[in-house]
């Protein structure tokens, strides 16, 4: 009878070791985040595509704050660093590899088959990696701290780039509207220039003067309304809606006061991002100095191995061989001659890190640089916003006295139609300025790290 006990013997006691090198690497580097969010596809099963009411400012801060690109895009950018991260913790750990061969013969001359089989298990540990795994715990935090600071921050992007589209779609359609209602009066007149050319009452330079007026105000009116189209595609892919999705105009938002330069720098120095990641990327390209530095002395291996060979004869089933075999390998490869490669990988380390420390001292003056014309362009907006309001409340009492004169029948419909026109795209100038304070003021919210609350707030009230 063949004698198979050993060999299955090794076969279970090899999978056992690996599997359990495997378990181990996953539950100490895989599940670093137990309260991480599900993966892109398994959210995306989730997500709203359609409503059953209005899309209202409320609603959608709501859902932009759930599902939209730029959550998505940065759940993807987190799952990536994941996986560094997982790369990064397993290289700590031990790496196992089966090895198996079976060998067929047929020596024909001596007339005998002969079968063989060989199985290795190679175990390989970098010893110089393996006193990391005491500080894993650390890393594993900073990591977890930085995810959450991370998803905060798309949260709020994401909201702030919601609202821009929104008040955007806003803007398009009021401008849509006006344009049309200055086509329609520019119809009008080319219509009553027809009747006064052929009356011989205006030139025909005068008639062909205002059918470009008037063709120009239709392509305008096209214009706006492939602007108002796209500007809807836009906002509603944004957040994954369906395109026939209905939107509610904007509520009526008190415009929130400005705070102080001093305070709007302070607070984004203290919570930027853009800090935070230009401070790890310091703290990498010094670990990378020091680990090119030593790098041409710590060119070590080691690997343990365990290995078994069964061998048989077809004709002599009593002639078995099995030999059980195990070992291992230390080495130590230390370049000679390199040209230089040691020497430049150091430099450029060196280079890479002393970049990363001007980036990040020069940092701070950029983000007080931006805050400062942010907020510049605000109280630039502000006071066109207080005199655009004066120019309107001037229209309303002009539209007021021609609209007297109309009554009493001192001027025609075509001049009343006229100051409507005027009126209306004051009004919608008025509106624009308020849309882009909204949206200006809350894009520095985001560089900020300040949140919406003014128009949550709002939008309870009302």
């Keep these: 009878m063949i004698k198979k006990s050993s060999f299955y013997y090794f076969l279970s006691g090899s999978i056992f070791i690996l599997c359990f090198l495997v378990n181990i690497s996953e539950i100490t580097a895989f599940n670093v985040d137990p309260d991480a969010s599900p993966c892109p596809d398994q959210q995306n099963k989730k997500k709203i595509k359609s409503l059953d009411t209005p899309l209202t400012l409320a609603k959608l801060i709501d859902i932009s704050s759930i599902q939209s690109k730029e959550i998505l895009e940065g759940r993807w950018n987190i799952e990536l660093d994941k996986m560094a ?9 031990p790496s196992a ?9 047929n020596f024909t001359e001596l007339d005998n088959i002969g079968d063989a089989f060989n199985a290795t298990l190679n175990i390989s540990w970098n010893i110089f990696s393996a006193w990391k795994i005491f500080f894993k715990d650390e890393l594993i935090n900073k990591s977890l701290k930085a995810e959450r600071f991370r998803k905060v921050q798309i949260k709020k992007k994401s909201r702030a780039k919601a609202i821009a589209l929104y ?5 398009s359609h009021n401008k849509m509207e006006t344009v049309r209602f200055e086509r329609s009066l ?14 011989d009452i205006i030139s025909k330079k005068e008639l062909q003067n205002m059918k470009r007026k008037w063709e120009g105000s239709v392509w305008r009116y096209e214009e706006s309304s492939l602007t108002l189209e796209q500007s809807k595609k836009k906002l509603l892919s944004f957040i994954f809606l369906s ?7 904007p509520p009526d938002l008190k415009l929130p006061s400005l705070q102080t330069l001093e305070n709007a720098i302070d607070t984004t120095l203290e919570t ?18 020091k680990k090119a530095k030593y790098k041409r002395w710590t060119n070590f291996s080691t690997s343990f191995y365990v290995g078994n060979s069964i061998s048989l004869d077809h004709f002599n089933l009593e002639d078995e061989s099995n030999d059980f075999n195990y070992g291992a390998d230390f080495s130590w490869h230390f370049p000679l001659f390199d040209a230089g490669y040691y020497k430049r990988l150091r430099r450029q380390s060196e280079i890479s890190y002393e970049k990363a420390v001007l980036e990040h001292d020069e940092l701070p003056g950029k983000i007080i640089e931006k805050v400062a014309k942010m907020w510049r362009s605000l109280i630039e907006k502000k006071k066109n916003i207080e005199l655009t309001t004066d120019l309107l409340e001037n229209t309303k009492k002009e539209f007021e006295i021609i609209k007297l004169k109309f009554d009493s029948g001192d001027i025609s419909k075509i001049e009343m139609d006229k100051a409507i026109f005027e009126l209306q795209k004051m009004n919608t100038d008025l509106l624009q300025n308020n849309y882009e304070y909204i949206v200006m003021h809350a894009n520095m919210d985001f560089f900020c790290g300040y949140d919406i609350e003014w128009i949550k707030e709002t939008l309870k009230q009302n």
């Design 272 to 289: 930027s991002e853009n800090i935070l990641l230009s401070k790890r990327q310091v703290e990498e390209a010094k670990k990378a100095v």
């Design 186 to 199: 520019l119809e009008k007149d080319y219509s009553n220039a027809k009747f006064a050319f052929k009356n």
């Design 85 to 93: 991260l997982r790369s990064t913790l397993s290289s700590y750990y």
């Design 97 to 105: 590899d089966v090895i198996s061969n079976i060998h067929y013969s």
């Design 243 to 249: 395109l026939t999705t209905k939107i509610s105009p």
């Design 167 to 171: 008040y955007d779609y806003w803007a």
